[in-house]
């Protein structure tokens, strides 16, 4: 029974993409329409892409939500919005990877080993979508710096002083751990204190949300394997080392910053030890 209802569910959301796809003018095939998106990003961009995934139903207005890369990376997989009547992109979230990419390396670049072998993703909640950045983008001369100006003044017209929320997803290959526990600590707080100082010297104000999940070896090599011979992005990795659900105890969550779900260092060593 199980079987049958999983084989119908499946039908169904066959039958709901092919319609979908088929619904749009002059679109009759999934893979016409990535052509179409693809073509669309090279045309903003003028650099080569590929549309991995097609998600229908998930805007209003006839548009669809794709998944993407530029060729020359394909670790800068992000999401964007395509409006099949008029041949159009509306949001799409390539300059949030790259800005994501960057700050992932900047923080693997200050913590160096203290946290073994690792994968390290981040997230932004809000992100920037103006000419100057694109035009950037086409010059390579787009930086963090004008990043975070940017996505300031989109998000925050008023001028006020808001902070800007950066999210570090990073999973550990928990048997290449060496250091203690207060150290890994220090080290984390380093890394965002550092990367806090490059923020306020370019007038923002940032703040982060951690999620550090510790899976064994074979966990790890299995997840980040899949991740990258797929071209999917971190949420699988994340699935797998939480064990689907986040039913494992494999997982430490704070923020600095933000006053939501704050952590000293005696809370951090004590859920460590229970991770361990």
Not at 28 to 34: F, G
Not at 221 to 240: H, P, R
Request: proline residues 3%; hydrophobic residues 35%.
């Amino acid at each position: 029974m199980k079987k049958f209802l999983s084989a119908l569910l499946l039908c169904t959301f066959l039958l709901a993409l092919t319609t979908s796809l088929t619904g749009c003018k002059g679109v009759t095939t999934e893979s016409k329409l990535k052509s179409m998106v693809e073509k669309a990003l090279e045309e903003k961009y003028k650099e080569e892409f590929v549309c991995t995934r097609i998600i229908p139903g998930r805007n209003p207005g006839g548009s669809y939500t794709t998944e993407c890369y530029p060729v020359k990376n394909s670790d800068l997989l992000f999401d964007a919005q395509f409006h099949p009547d008029n041949m159009k992109m509306g949001v799409d979230y390539y300059p949030n990877a790259i800005a994501a990419l960057e700050f992932s390396q900047m923080f693997d670049s200050y913590i160096g080993d203290m946290l073994g072998t690792h994968f390290i993703s981040c997230y932004h909640s809000l992100g920037t979508y103006d000419d100057d950045t694109t035009q950037a983008i086409i010059d390579g001369k787009f930086t963090l710096e004008l990043y975070m100006s940017k996505r300031y003044s989109y998000n925050y017209p008023d001028g006020i002083n808001h902070k800007l929320e950066e999210g570090f997803l990073i999973c550990i290959d928990s048997s290449t751990l060496n250091a203690s526990y207060d150290d890994e600590w220090d080290a984390i707080m380093n890394a965002l204190e550092c990367i806090r100082q490059r923020g306020l010297n370019n007038n923002t104000d940032l703040c982060f949300r951690i999620w550090l999940f510790f899976v064994p070896h074979d966990t790890y090599n299995t997840g980040l394997k899949y991740s990258k011979s797929n071209i999917v992005g971190i949420s699988y990795l994340e699935d797998l080392a939480a064990g689907g659900e986040y039913k494992f105890n494999r997982i430490i969550h704070f923020d600095v910053g933000l006053d939501i779900d704050p952590i000293t260092e005696d809370e951090y060593v004590k859920l460590r030890k229970e991770v361990d």
